[in-house]
Nanobody
Framework: QVQLVESGGGSVQAGGSLRVSCAIS????????MAWFRQAPGKEREGVAG?????????YYANSVKGRFTISQDNAKNTLYLQMDSLKSEDTGMYYC????????????????????WGQGTQVTVSS
């Protein structure tokens, strides 16, 4: 089993920055993909950024966040990060960390049904 615990959410003004973190515990040697998803009220959960494990060789971003968000991981600390810069009001939502047992690709990383473990989420609110 894998446990994921997000932290670092909060409120920020448009144009500001925020970093959310995801602490990973449990049996992780068969985890080959991780990602951040977000969900705004009344909307579907959508992929924001994904990364391959363990080396982080492949990184993927939704078009809406390219150039503004950066996904990274620190394997020594068993932590996944999402650095969010130039935040916009449309970035508001609950941000979820997720882990999967498969190797991601350009066409699959944002498919929420491919992931096996989910955190409880951390709220990010961007005010304009």
């Amino acid at each position: 089993q894998v446990q994921l615990v997000e932290s670092g959410g909060g409120s920020v003004q448009a144009g500001g920055s925020l970093r959310v973190s995801c602490a990973i515990s449990g049996i992780t040697n068969n985890i080959y993909s991780m990602a951040w998803f977000r969900q705004a009220p009344g909307k579907e959960r959508e992929g924001v950024a994904g990364i391959s494990r363990p080396a982080g060789t492949w990184r993927y971003y939704a078009n809406s966040v390219k150039g503004r968000f950066t996904i990274s991981q620190d394997n020594a600390k068993n932590t996944l990060y999402l650095q969010m810069d130039s935040l916009k009001s449309e970035d508001t939502g609950m941000y979820y960390c997720t882990a999967g047992l498969y190797a991601p690709s350009t066409s699959t990383w944002s498919d929420k049904f491919r992931y096996n473990y989910w955190g409880q989420g951390t709220q990010v609110t961007v005010s304009s």
